[in-house]
């Protein structure tokens, strides 16, 4: 297939055959590279064939192949004329990044990172099939499915004011219990304060570098000082949601969809199937917003415990929490014409610009927080949502470094090295469960978080405020 360069950070498949929209992915042209060696060109194709789908189906320079949508996608869909996929919102619903800013220095933390790194480790359950620290009644879920983050607060789990650094408030009204299976009901009332496995983490960093001043003191983010990222998503309760509403598609779509790829599997938005995909997948977007609030709780515990400080002292502030699986209704102008639309972003963050009226007082002069994180060896990046986002991606950018190895090949590549032993020479304290994490998540196997912020920044869809450095990483 035929790619156009457009501008420096633009590149462009344009509209043929069954295509209803051209495929757009914003890059550099080194990155470019390895989207080339992949499948993902093929499937943003495929996504641009899907009915109702509005301007372009378009693809972050952390883009990788995925199920049926590419990772790094966002396609936009017409309410009224289009459809809604589990695929072009991916497995973890709601996997996302959680940052909190505090008053800590790194010399409060010398020579105590290990031991912090070991008590968290200790305390937060981690790794695939691991059960939360919270046993539910089925009741209990039901609540946490309607109202997200503001049911962990309402439980003391955090302040009041975290709902508002939270997207959407933490919670999406739509969600509806009923829509939710028995097995995936069952697996939820085990799991939430749990971080799960794969590239989810834990991590204490600290600011390393400001770019953008006025933002970063917007985002009370300020150099020098300790910060925590939790990167988390709904658990088994939302694999299971979107592995139950792929099979029903699959076996039994209500409408005629020629679909190029099986994985597409999509209703129409308005459908009563549609909806009900919708409603199960809001249910457990606010069982990870409620996840990560619980964990963000959890760990300010532990390290006020280690340190033997007060909350005064560790001053803990949610800076924002993003979602980066998801589908929402927006409104947007695409060609002089505003429609209400189904955004997916599968591996992609909401960028909204200064002046959204979605954000909260403080982050409407600057424009949304953005949090990219690196992997446990390089830096992550805080960036500020665009006007021009708004223009032209709906609202949306990167959302982290995006893999540049599968697992299998990474733990390849990773075979006689000693990773742990690698970072922490390089002042990064490591702690993981299962042998194979280091290796899956070995730096090596990621794409350059540099690379990928300088390309959406240089695309002017979000732009780069602070770098944060790793000191002590937990792994799932």
């Known amino acids: ?56 189906a378009m693809a972050m320079p952390d883009m990788h192949w995925g199920y049926g949508f590419p990772i790094g996608g966002v396609a936009a869909f017409d309410c009224d004329a289009g459809i809604i996929s589990p695929g072009g919102v991916g497995y973890d619903i709601n996997c996302g990044v959680r940052l909190v800013a505090t008053n800590l220095s790194q010399k409060d933390v010398a020579g105590k990172l290990e031991t912090l790194a070991v008590a968290i480790h200790n305390t937060i359950p981690t790794g695939v099939g691991q059960t939360g620290a919270l046993r539910l ?41 009923s829509a939710v299976g028995a097995r995936a ?39 020098d000082t300790l910060t925590i990222m939790l990167h988390s998503g709904s658990r088994g309760f939302g694999h299971q949601i979107c592995d139950d509403f792929i099979a029903q598609m699959i076996r039994q779509p ?11 599997a999509c209703a129409m938005f308005r459908s009563a199937q549609g909806q009900q995909y919708f409603n199960a997948m809001a249910c457990a977007a606010n069982f990870a917003w409620a996840n ?13 415990k280690v340190l033997q400080i007060s909350p005064a002292d560790l001053g803990a502030r949610l800076v924002y929490d993003v979602c980066h699986n998801i589908a929402k209704t927006e409104h947007h102008e695409v060609n002089g014409s505003r429609h209400r639309a189904c955004v997916h972003r599968k ?30 060896g390089t830096a992550s990046y ?61 730096p090596d196997a990621y794409k350059n978080v ?9 695309a002017g869809i979000s732009r780069n405020v602070a770098k944060l450095r790793p000191l002590a990483v937990i792994k799932g």
């Open 1 to 56: 297939m035929k790619l156009i360069k457009r501008d420096g950070y633009r590149w462009e498949i344009e509209k043929t055959g069954a295509m209803n929209v051209p495929a757009r992915i914003y890059s550099s042209a080194a990155l470019i590279e390895s989207a080339r060696r992949q499948e993902t060109l093929q499937q943003l194709v495929n996504v641009a064939q899907l009915p109702g789908i509005l301007d372009a």
């Open 137 to 177: 009644t089925r009741k209990e879920l039901e609540k946490i499915m309607q109202r997200g983050s503001p049911w962990a607060i309402n439980q003391g789990y955090g302040q009041a004011c975290d709902a508002r650094y939270t997207e959407d408030g933490g919670v999406l009204e739509h969600a509806d219990p």
């Open 185 to 223: 009901i069952e697996r939820g009332r085990a799991q939430l304060g749990s971080l799960g496995g794969g590239n989810h983490f834990i991590e204490i960093g600290a600011v390393d570098t400001i770019h953008d001043p006025h933002a970063a003191q917007a985002f009370g983010l300020v150099k």
């Open 254 to 264: 209500t409408q005629n969809i020629a679909l190029p790829d099986r994985q597409l």
């Open 292 to 304: 990560r609030q619980v964990l963000m709780h959890r760990v300010n515990d532990v390290m006020m």
């Open 347 to 376: 591996g992609a963050t909401r960028a909204f610009g200064p002046g959204n009226p979605n954000l909260c007082d403080a982050y409407k002069p600057v424009g949304q927080p953005v949090l990219v994180p690196g992997d446990m």
């Open 382 to 442: 805080v960036l500020a949502g665009t006007q021009t986002a708004m223009n032209e991606t709906f609202g949306s950018t990167c959302h982290g470094a995006g893999r540049a190895l599968s697992r299998r090949a990474a733990v390849k590549a990773a075979k006689g090295r000693r990773l742990r032993e690698e970072l922490e020479n390089r002042g990064i304290h490591v702690r993981t469960r299962g042998k194979s994490t280091m290796a899956e998540e070995m």
């Open 450 to 458: 540099a690379d990928v912020v300088a390309a959406v920044h240089g």
